[in-house]
């Protein structure tokens, strides 16, 4: 796993994962190394942050210490 920053929240993501950062909109893509889109993640206008994930990824939510997890859903099959 690797650790990033979206802002003041901490991101955690698988090491295939790599995320794309826009900071003038406060977006961000997480893509896979086959640039298969896993989620979109954002700021609205209140500095809520907003998820739209894949089908294909898990995303866990800490609100706590404000991390955010994202692991792509192989690691649910691997787990079993």
Not at 18 to 31: A, G, L, R, T, W
Not at 45 to 74: F, G
């Amino acid at each position: 796993m690797k650790t990033n920053n979206f802002f003041d929240w901490k991101l955690i993501l698988d090491e295939n994962l790599n995320p794309v950062i826009d900071e003038q909109n406060k977006k961000m893509v997480v893509i896979d190394r086959s640039i298969e889109l896993n989620a979109v993640i954002w700021l609205d206008e209140n500095n809520v942050i907003q998820l739209k994930p894949t089908w294909d990824c898990v995303i866990s939510i800490d609100d706590k210490n404000k991390a955010i997890t994202i692991r792509h859903a192989d690691f649910l099959r691997e787990n079993n």
